[in-house]
């Protein structure tokens, strides 16, 4: 069985340079994903982000008002008004003499994304030596757009047509976005054009399209209305008359250095002073751009990340609609409490609009009932709650999904842990003890129902439900879920820590803060493996899921649950489980970029295996979080140069990355990925965390040790710094509410420091004793106006060792710090039997679970003491024999096969998996889980595949048997309705395990197979087969998600990268056909639904030397129906 593992590592890893790149960095695939030629699309120009001849239109959205209203553009000049539905289409044609064309097919098109416009730079043989340079912005005082034209050189004669109509009033399936919705639904369509009435006087006109819908405007010269059926051409549409699909054109001659102007607007919504002109709206439309894309200003020495800023501010605005933040900007724009999108208000300095957006959802939460009964809602096949008032989730504490407490109503999420998270933080960034106290008693009914929805049985973990964006298919089935625990830690510490300051008892959050904190220890931490487990069941073998998904270690991480060394361990365990998928594409230099899938469970489903923008980067900032800074920034790069320059839109915060194998590059500036790069930006990259509340700003730089030079500009704080040779100066310029101290946290750059001064005076420094795999130091400063800090560093370096990658069960494992010298080892894991040290020299043999494993060695070095982590891989002492047999092998068909008759321990027929109504046990809680027929989840919740049979009846034939293509033979029924299966399961319709017996011996035993799993009980034993022998000892054969245990209604799709089984390929037997599938023929199937289902047929070598006496078929994991359909047995 191959291991799975995405990241390949060479035999030998060198611990070269602690700056250059984090420890241990991962080796990628070679190649390219999918083998794709992608290519860099877009590059940066100072703040600007600009493409040459592309070819994508309606890509890049750009917003006015913080209304639903767009301007749609792209790398094309052609662009389309969304009002919201579509109002129309605006493009632009070439004239000279008998020769024109559209503007899109212009000979070479610069178009520039400078944040808030688009800026097109057109040259064509049509306007000779010279250029037209087009200027749009969204109107600032309105629902519209303006447009400035302007010539250079042009030579005499050429001419510009537009063509404006196809105001549809279509409200597309996403709004219109990328990815989801086709750019042709933006296009001039005559059938779109129909129904548009227009009133042209001279330069103006209106519109009327739609349900009472009006646009107005103003083209730089006389206006007519042509047919809409005549654009093959800008001249025939030129000489076009007035027909049944009418649409607004004409043209002016081109003048040099003169500026035109476009005015497009709906009427209703223009507050601009009656006597402005196009030119009055279009100069303040570009102050108002100004202004907002320079709220945030990146300069660092790499371009990719100068852009930024701006991109970051128009994207945050774009998802902002006063009372409160949305969940996207173009498609899902829609009010929820929740969500990350929120997040950036704080580090982007609208203290203002986060107070209103928590106040609009205070005045949301329910008040009465104080408690309700935990229905499941029969609706849904007993998946989710039942979305009633008064039922135990929507009581007391609950935050509904509207604003302001207009609509009080339930919805299936669960909001409020990310809502009262993000007003925990916006505390830290106001200080404002007076907003503390009027929002405590939202955060008391808050506390009080998470326990008493969520954490009944008081054992100190919470379940999830639908409590993060990563949240549909998610379902706990009543068990303890990680992140859910997380949130409501740190929710109760920050409770306890802030209720002294406004004359409240800390003590209740006090303890429930610290029993949170010990049962995640005791339950869900795994201190064998180094990683919190996804969840704990609640039923059944109560078994811990250990495969945690990003968010699992992101959000303990960002909830600060695991101390340093648990941190390091959680996100080796990323490096090493969470699958890679290489960042490349021409025009980029190959540094190692990278993406993550959200997890490596299979088989797919949305929303728990996917590639996320704002996944990966919250993971980034968990990097930075944890003081990995390097693989922090090149984590966090490679999401921003898949978003914003390989992707198709240009600056764009992506809701699914294009490495995304199922969906592809969908959604743009979504709340999600705004809010998380946010963080990403200032608490990550540069460090800024503000805790206001105890008056302090923590700076704890998180840029690439290679930068000499970094500046951000927010509206709370100006930071600029500069490395010159061994001295690093920083120079921070608060601007804060009140005033904060300064904790600054550096990473050294040597092993000495030779002076460290702030404000001109030498302070003292404290080490950081819990540092990790570089020393750091800290030290605090009184509050002042600025703070200039200089460190000089001294000229020895750090120590470096050698590390092999892997090391066998029972090798000697011998490891030395030159310059260095062994406090202690710290071996969290059990790896290190005997370790002994002498000054930097540790010398130990391996032990432990087989897998990546981490220990730790404290070091002194000079001014210095710090954690180096010490990270292999465990492997097997010895070479293991495959004990796994490959079926496809002709060889089968020279053995003695006895077949087993089990009619006599058949108890149904395996057509009726998902047909049964499995009942109990479930939890008597609120909770999500799966639904009745055994199948689905509270999303998908009447999913119900037809298993059927009858080709594998019909094969079977007279003698009840038949044949796979290798020689092997199975006994199975031919008679129709007749039991062919053993079903085991921890439900209550079929027993948990069954015994059959064996007699003789034999060399292999081979067994067909069906039933159920799902993602949640991905990569651990769904169940089992034990053979006994009569002397007691025993062969196993586990079946595991997804080496091969495969769903009874699918196929597994794999691709090698996000969707990786780790095993071959098991034989599978389709139900209704007959046909065998072996990894020859896999191709066709991957990925698939298998009409009538399919069974799977697995084989293991047994002790030929040994007397059989039994084996037993047991199911593990709750959800899963595990069934046996035959055995084989090689004599």
Same mark, same amino acid.
């Given at each position: 069985?191959?291991?799975?593992?995405?990241?390949?590592?060479?035999?030998?890893?060198?611990?070269?340079?602690?700056?250059?790149?984090?420890?241990?960095?991962?080796?990628?695939?070679?190649?390219?994903?999918?083998?794709?030629?992608?290519?860099?699309?877009?590059?940066?120009?100072?703040?600007?982000?600009?493409?040459?001849?592309?070819?994508?239109?309606?890509?890049?959205? @750009?917003?006015?008002?913080?209304?639903?209203?767009?301007?749609?553009?792209?790398?094309?000049?052609?662009?389309?008004?969304?009002?919201?539905?579509?109002?129309?289409?605006?493009?632009?044609?070439?004239?000279?003499?008998?020769?024109?064309?559209?503007?899109?097919?212009?000979?070479? !098109?610069?178009?520039?994304?400078?944040?808030?416009?688009?800026?097109?730079?057109?040259?064509?043989?049509?306007?000779?030596?010279?250029?037209?340079?087009?200027?749009?912005?969204?109107?600032?005082?309105?629902?519209?757009?303006?447009?400035?034209?302007?010539?250079?050189?042009?030579?005499?004669?050429?001419?510009? @047509?537009?063509?404006?109509?196809?105001?549809?009033?279509?409200?597309?399936?996403?709004?219109?976005?990328?990815?989801?919705?086709?750019?042709?639904?933006? #296009?001039?369509?005559?059938?779109?054009?129909?129904?548009?009435?227009?009133?042209?006087?001279?330069?103006?006109?209106?519109?009327?399209?739609?349900?009472?819908?009006?646009?107005?405007?103003?083209?730089?010269?006389?206006?007519?209305?042509?047919?809409?059926?005549?654009?093959?051409?800008?001249?025939? @549409?030129?000489?076009?008359?007035?027909?049944?699909?009418?649409?607004?054109?004409?043209?002016?001659?081109?003048?040099?250095?003169?500026?035109?102007?476009?005015?497009?607007?709906?009427?209703?919504? *223009?507050?601009?002073?009656?006597?402005?002109?196009?030119?009055?709206?279009?100069?303040?439309?570009?102050?108002?751009?100004?202004?907002?894309?320079?709220?945030?200003?990146?300069?660092?020495?790499?371009?990719?990340?100068?852009?930024?800023?701006?991109?970051?501010?128009?994207?945050?605005?774009?998802?902002?609609?006063?009372?409160?933040?949305?969940?996207?900007?173009?498609?899902?724009?829609?009010? %929820?409490?929740?969500?990350?999108?929120?997040?950036?208000?704080?580090?982007?300095?609208?203290?203002?609009?986060?107070?209103?957006?928590?106040?609009?959802?205070?005045?949301?939460?329910?008040?009465?009932?104080?408690?309700?009964?935990?229905?499941?809602?029969?609706?849904?096949? %007993?998946?989710?709650?039942?979305?009633?008032?008064?039922?135990?989730?929507?009581?007391?504490? #609950?935050?509904?999904?509207?604003?302001?407490?207009?609509?009080?109503?339930?919805?299936?999420?669960?909001? $409020?842990?990310?809502?009262?998270?993000?007003?925990?933080?916006?505390?830290?960034?106001?200080?404002?003890?007076?907003?503390?106290?009027?929002?405590?008693?939202?955060?008391?009914?808050?506390?009080?129902?998470?326990?008493?929805?969520?954490?009944?049985?008081?054992?100190?973990?919470?379940?999830?439900?639908?409590?993060?964006?990563?949240? *549909?298919?998610?379902?706990?089935?009543?068990?303890?879920?990680?992140?859910?625990?997380?949130?409501?830690?740190?929710? $109760?510490?920050?409770?306890?820590?802030?209720?002294?300051?406004?004359?409240?008892?800390?003590?209740?959050?006090?303890?429930?803060?610290? %029993?949170?904190?010990?049962?995640?220890?005791?339950?869900?931490?795994?201190?064998?493996?180094?990683?919190?487990?996804?969840?704990?069941?609640?039923?059944?073998?109560?078994?811990?899921?250990?495969?945690?998904?990003?968010?699992?270690?992101?959000?303990?991480?960002?909830?600060?649950?695991?101390?340093?060394?648990?941190?390091?361990?959680?996100?080796?365990?990323?490096?090493?489980?969470?699958?890679?998928?290489?960042?490349?594409?021409?025009?980029?230099?190959?540094?190692?970029?990278?993406?993550?899938?959200?997890?490596?469970?299979?088989?797919?489903?949305?929303?728990?295996?996917?590639?996320?923008?704002?996944?990966?980067?919250?993971?980034?900032?968990?990097?930075?979080?944890?003081?990995?800074?390097?693989?922090?920034?090149?984590?966090?790069?490679?999401?921003?140069?898949?978003?914003?320059?390989?992707?198709?839109?240009?600056?764009?915060?992506?809701?699914?990355?294009?490495?995304?194998?199922?969906?592809?590059?969908?959604?743009?500036?979504?709340?999600?990925?705004?809010?998380?790069?946010?963080?990403?930006?200032?608490?990550?990259?540069?460090?800024?965390?503000?805790?206001?509340?105890?008056?302090?700003?923590?700076?704890?730089?998180?840029?690439?040790?290679?930068?000499?030079?970094?500046? @951000?500009?927010?509206?709370?704080?100006?930071?600029?710094?500069?490395?010159?040779?061994?001295?690093?100066?920083?120079?921070?310029?608060?601007?804060?509410? !009140?005033?904060?101290? %300064?904790?600054?946290?550096?990473?050294?750059?040597?092993?000495?420091?030779?002076?460290?001064?702030?404000?001109?005076?030498?302070?003292?420094?404290?080490?950081?004793?819990?540092?990790?795999?570089?020393?750091?130091?800290?030290?605090?400063?009184?509050?002042?106006?600025?703070?200039?800090?200089?460190?000089?560093?001294?000229?020895?370096?750090?120590?470096?060792?050698?590390?092999?990658?892997?090391?066998?069960?029972?090798?000697?494992?011998?490891?030395?710090?030159?310059?260095?010298?062994?406090?202690?080892?710290?071996?969290?894991?059990?790896?290190?039997?005997?370790?002994?040290?002498?000054?930097?020299?540790?010398?130990?043999?391996?032990?432990?679970?087989?897998?990546?494993?981490?220990?730790?060695?404290?070091?002194?070095?000079?001014?210095?003491?710090?954690?180096?982590?010490?990270?292999?891989?465990?492997?097997?002492?010895?070479?293991?024999?495959?004990?796994?047999?490959?079926?496809?092998?002709?060889?089968?068909?020279?053995?003695?096969?006895?077949?087993?008759?089990?009619?006599?321990?058949?108890?149904?027929?395996?057509?009726?998996?998902?047909?049964?109504?499995?009942?109990?046990?479930?939890?008597?809680?609120?909770?999500?889980?799966?639904?009745?027929?055994?199948?689905?989840?509270?999303?998908?919740?009447?999913?119900?595949?037809?298993?059927?049979?009858?080709?594998?009846?019909?094969?079977?034939?007279?003698?009840?048997?038949?044949?796979?293509?290798?020689?092997?033979?199975?006994?199975?029924?031919?008679?129709?309705?007749?039991?062919?299966?053993?079903?085991?399961?921890?439900?209550?319709? #079929?027993?948990?395990?069954?015994?059959?017996?064996?007699?003789?011996?034999?060399?292999?035993?081979?067994?067909?197979?069906?039933?159920?799993?799902?993602?949640?009980?991905?990569?651990?034993?769904?169940?089992?087969?034990?053979?006994? #022998?009569?002397?007691?000892?025993?062969?196993?054969?586990?079946?595991? $998600?997804?080496?091969?245990?495969?769903?009874?209604?699918?196929?597994?799709?794999?691709?090698?990268?996000?969707?990786?089984?780790?095993?071959?390929?098991?034989?599978?037997?389709?139900?209704?056909?007959?046909?065998?599938?072996?990894?020859?023929?896999?191709?066709?199937?991957?990925?698939?639904?298998?009409?009538?289902?399919?069974?799977?047929?697995?084989?293991?070598?047994?002790?030929?030397?040994?007397?059989?006496?039994?084996?037993?078929?047991?199911?593990?994991?709750?959800?899963?129906?595990?069934?046996?359909?035959?055995?084989?047995?090689?004599?």
């Amino acid at each position: 069985m191959k291991r799975f593992c995405i990241l390949s590592y060479c035999l030998f890893a060198t611990v070269a340079s602690l700056f250059a790149q984090e420890l241990y960095p991962p080796k990628l695939k070679d190649g390219t994903w999918h083998n794709e030629k992608a290519s860099l699309r877009y590059h940066p120009e100072g703040r600007d982000f600009v493409i040459k001849n592309g070819a994508r239109r309606f890509t890049r959205a @750009l917003y006015g008002t913080n209304t639903a209203f767009r301007v749609e553009a792209g790398d094309l000049p052609e662009f389309a008004l969304y009002m919201p539905a579509m109002g129309g289409n605006l493009q632009f044609g070439l004239i000279n003499g008998a020769q024109s064309k559209w503007l899109i097919k212009a000979e070479n !098109i610069t178009a520039r994304y400078r944040p808030g416009s688009m800026l097109y730079t057109i040259q064509d043989p049509l306007l000779g030596e010279g250029k037209m340079q087009l200027n749009l912005l969204a109107l600032s005082k309105g629902d519209g757009l303006i447009l400035k034209i302007r010539f250079e050189n042009v030579k005499s004669g050429a001419e510009v @047509l537009w063509a404006f109509g196809g105001a549809s009033d279509q409200k597309f399936k996403r709004s219109g976005d990328l990815g989801v919705d086709p750019e042709s639904s933006f #296009y001039l369509k005559p059938e779109n054009c129909k129904s548009n009435v227009f009133t042209v006087d001279r330069h103006n006109f209106a519109l009327q399209y739609g349900k009472e819908k009006t646009l107005k405007g103003r083209f730089p010269a006389a206006i007519r209305i042509a047919d809409a059926t005549r654009l093959s051409s800008p001249i025939e @549409l030129d000489q076009s008359g007035d027909q049944q699909n009418p649409l607004l054109t004409g043209k002016i001659k081109v003048k040099n250095n003169k500026d035109f102007y476009v005015l497009i607007q709906n009427p209703e919504m *223009d507050k601009a002073p009656v006597r402005w002109t196009p030119e009055t709206q279009f100069l303040a439309s570009e102050k108002a751009r100004e202004i907002l894309a320079n709220r945030i200003i990146v300069d660092t020495p790499d371009p990719f990340f100068n852009t930024i800023g701006g991109a970051l501010a128009m994207a945050s605005d774009g998802i902002w609609e006063e009372p409160s933040y949305l969940h996207g900007a173009v498609g899902w724009r829609m009010r %929820l409490p929740g969500w990350r999108g929120p997040y950036t208000a704080d580090p982007l300095g609208w203290h203002d609009r986060a107070r209103t957006h928590f106040n609009a959802y205070a005045r949301s939460q329910v008040l009465t009932p104080e408690s309700g009964p935990v229905l499941a809602d029969t609706t849904f096949n %007993l998946s989710r709650s039942k979305e009633a008032m008064g039922t135990a989730m929507f009581t007391n504490g #609950y935050i509904s999904r509207e604003p302001d407490g207009k609509l009080i109503r339930p919805h299936h999420y669960d909001m $409020n842990l990310v809502y009262i998270d993000q007003l925990f933080r916006h505390f830290n960034w106001t200080g404002d003890l007076a907003y503390v106290k009027e929002m405590w008693p939202v955060i008391k009914r808050h506390l009080a129902w998470e326990k008493r929805v969520f954490d009944p049985d008081n054992n100190g973990l919470y379940d999830a439900y639908a409590a993060i964006w990563a949240s *549909d298919a998610l379902q706990y089935s009543g068990g303890s879920g990680t992140h859910s625990s997380a949130y409501n830690y740190r929710a $109760n510490l920050l409770a306890a820590k802030i209720a002294p300051l406004i004359q409240e008892d800390p003590k209740p959050y006090q303890q429930e803060a610290d %029993l949170i904190l010990k049962a995640m220890n005791a339950q869900l931490w795994m201190p064998e493996k180094g990683w919190f487990a996804e969840y704990k069941d609640a039923l059944g073998l109560q078994k811990r899921h250990p495969s945690a998904g990003l968010w699992t270690i992101y959000h303990c991480i960002d909830s600060e649950v695991p101390d340093a060394f648990q941190t390091w361990q959680s996100l080796r365990y990323v490096d090493t489980s969470i699958p890679h998928i290489p960042v490349r594409a021409n025009g980029l230099e190959d540094k190692g970029y990278y993406t993550l899938s959200t997890t490596n469970w299979m088989p797919y489903e949305w929303s728990l295996n996917n590639v996320v923008l704002a996944e990966s980067t919250h993971t980034a900032l968990a990097n930075w979080q944890a003081g990995r800074t390097e693989e922090a920034f090149k984590l966090w790069k490679s999401e921003l140069l898949t978003s914003m320059y390989i992707g198709g839109s240009p600056g764009n915060f992506a809701q699914v990355s294009r490495y995304d194998a199922t969906l592809g590059e969908s959604y743009r500036d979504f709340g999600d990925p705004v809010g998380i790069n946010s963080r990403a930006l200032v608490e990550g990259l540069f460090g800024v965390i503000p805790d206001a509340l105890n008056k302090t700003l923590l700076i704890r730089p998180g840029l690439p040790q290679d930068w000499d030079h970094a500046s @951000l500009k927010i509206p709370d704080l100006a930071f600029s710094f500069k490395r010159n040779g061994k001295t690093d100066e920083y120079k921070l310029t608060p601007a804060f509410a !009140i005033q904060l101290g %300064l904790k600054m946290r550096i990473k050294a750059r040597s092993n000495s420091i030779r002076s460290l001064k702030v404000n001109g005076k030498e302070i003292n420094w404290r080490n950081v004793d819990d540092a990790i795999s570089t020393p750091e130091i800290e030290f605090d400063v009184a509050p002042a106006k600025n703070y200039q800090v200089e460190v000089v560093w001294g000229k020895g370096s750090l120590s470096q060792t050698k590390l092999d990658d892997k090391y066998r069960l029972g090798a000697r494992i011998d490891v030395n710090f030159a310059d260095a010298k062994i406090l202690k080892v710290y071996d969290p894991q059990g790896i290190l039997d005997q370790p002994a040290t002498m000054d930097g020299n540790l010398k130990a043999v391996v032990k432990g679970e087989i897998g990546n494993r981490t220990a730790f060695v404290q070091l002194q070095q000079q001014d210095f003491t710090y954690w180096f982590p010490i990270c292999f891989e465990i492997i097997e002492k010895d070479k293991k024999e495959n004990q796994i047999l490959n079926l496809t092998d002709s060889k089968w068909r020279k053995q003695k096969l006895e077949t087993i008759n089990l009619s006599t321990f058949f108890n149904d027929q395996v057509g009726q998996i998902f047909k049964n109504k499995y009942l109990s046990p479930r939890p008597n809680t609120t909770t999500l889980q799966l639904p009745i027929q055994g199948i689905g989840d509270w999303t998908n919740t009447k999913l119900n595949p037809e298993i059927n049979d009858t080709g594998l009846r019909h094969l079977a034939g007279a003698k009840n048997e038949f044949t796979l293509p290798s020689g092997l033979v199975f006994n199975t029924p031919s008679t129709p309705k007749l039991k062919n299966i053993i079903y085991t399961s921890q439900w209550d319709n #079929y027993p948990a395990q069954v015994e059959i017996p064996l007699s003789g011996k034999a060399n292999a035993v081979f067994f067909l197979l069906a039933g159920s799993t799902n993602p949640m009980q991905s990569r651990m034993d769904n169940g089992e087969i034990i053979v006994y #022998y009569a002397d007691g000892s025993t062969e196993k054969l586990p079946l595991r $998600n997804p080496e091969n245990w495969w769903p009874i209604e699918q196929d597994l799709y794999t691709d090698g990268f996000a969707f990786d089984t780790g095993a071959d390929r098991p034989v599978r037997v389709h139900l209704k056909t007959g046909k065998v599938v072996t990894f020859a023929n896999a191709a066709e199937w991957n990925g698939k639904e298998i009409e009538g289902g399919a069974a799977t047929a697995l084989g293991i070598k047994l002790n030929p030397a040994k007397t059989l006496s039994k084996i037993t078929l047991s199911a593990l994991c709750n959800d899963v129906v595990v069934g046996l359909m035959a055995i084989t047995l090689s004599r």
